[in-house]
């Protein structure tokens, strides 16, 4: 009798700590999925252009039905990380889809990521020859050296120096989001706005539906991952859950604010490759020079855990072939980077995940029925 008691003080206090929300632990995560998410695509104002300022108002629904089904998302993957305890990158998609449909995205979802690392790598390049004037293979050397670096000393380390990362860089974007648009021509805005679905710039999507299914399809293949192993390593469940959903809430504020400034200003950036680089010149040359590093350093924290993923699901992490299949991944990366231009080479590559990563969260919601049954 007395075991069984102390047997059921155990798991009573195991269950106390999986529940406890350690805040500092918490804002870690949100730090590191901002970070993680702030990206090429993010960052330079490409992906928030072809997503959705480029619908107009319609873009705003679109952003919202994004948050929510990402704060599901988010929250899904790193609870399942943190009970399951995945030892192998392949048994999330298992977990979801079952063992056929989830070895087929698993081996769908390396081949995407190593891509997105790709466009990450040509954002680079696109930024040091918009902002410094220099060769864009400077930029993409720079990143993919950077990043192969970076992904050498492991999850636990790349989780703190994105987490430190995280919170600078979402308040640098709402500064600038706020200032652009308070001295934009607020007057002519009704009018300016009401003229984009008929202007001719580069959409993700025929409609902002589809713009919408692609963006989460490919979030979550990016996600999926990395938050489930963020999640294996939580302190509790409940700083995991408050964390990846606080991280979700956080980018969504900046990007809200993005959205409305590039709407305002889309005369002068339908053409633009780095969108937020021309905002941030309009402010000042100095804000544009620090832009143009929080941009690179958006990149930087996109590009390690994209790196890191891919190597992750071909070695064990820290094993020398780990290390030898992360340099080789970053050389072939920088080299495919410099074959398209940015803005194209993201308008193909992410639509095209993007609709196959939505069947993904399909899969989620069916699971999560399943758990509720």
């Known amino acids: 009798m007395r075991s069984e008691n102390l047997n059921i003080r155990a798991a009573a206090g195991r269950a106390g700590a999986s529940e406890k929300l350690d805040i500092r632990a918490a804002a870690g995560i949100t730090g590191a999925y901002v970070a993680y998410m702030m990206g090429s695509g993010f960052s330079t104002g490409q992906e928030i252009l072809q997503y959705f300022a480029c ?24 609870r399942a990380g943190y009970r399951e305890k995945f030892q192998n990158p392949a048994d999330v998609y298992v977990y ?35 902002h410094f004037g220099i060769s864009r293979i ?11 670096a970076t992904v050498m000393l492991g999850l636990n380390s790349l989780v703190s120096i994105l987490g430190h990362i995280g919170p600078f860089m979402i308040l ?9 648009i308070c001295r934009s021509n607020l007057t002519a805005a009704a009018e300016t706005i009401a003229r984009i679905p008929e202007m001719k710039l580069l959409r993700a999507s025929p409609s902002w539906v589809l713009a919408s299914v692609s963006y989460v399809g490919i979030s979550v293949v990016w996600l999926a991952s990395y938050l489930t192993s963020i999640g294996r390593r939580a302190k509790s469940i409940a700083s995991a859950s408050v964390g990846a959903a606080g991280g979700v809430i956080a980018f969504y504020i900046g990007m809200l604010l993005i959205y409305f400034a590039i709407m305002l200003n889309i005369d002068e950036l339908a053409g633009a490759q ?17 832009f143009s590093i929080l941009i690179v350093t958006g990149i930087y924290t996109a590009s390690v855990p994209l790196l890191w993923q891919t190597a992750f699901r071909l070695a064990e992490e820290g094993s020398l072939r780990f290390k030898r299949i992360a340099v080789i991944l970053a050389a072939a990366g920088i080299a495919a980077s410099l074959l398209l231009p940015f803005n194209r080479l993201m308008n193909i590559v992410y639509v095209l995940i993007g609709y196959l990563g939505f069947l993904l969260l399909a899969c989620m919601v069916l699971k999560a029925a399943k758990i509720i049954k």
């Open 138 to 148: 400077a930029g993409a050397l720079a990143i993919g050296a950077l990043a192969c």
């Open 274 to 290: 780095i969108p937020m680089l021309i905002l941030a010149g309009r402010i000042s040359p100095v804000t544009s020079g620090v």
């Open 96 to 130: 979801y889809c079952g063992k056929r449909l989830g070895r087929a995205y698993h081996y769908f979802t390396t081949v995407s990521i190593y891509l997105c690392f790709i466009v990450m790598v040509a954002a680079a390049g696109a930024a040091v020859e918009q």
């Open 172 to 180: 640098m974007v709402i500064l600038m989001g706020v200032i652009t």
């Open 55 to 78: 619908y107009g108002m319609a873009g705003l629904f679109s952003i919202l039905l994004c948050m929510g089904l990402l704060i599901f998302a988010a929250v899904s993957f790193t």
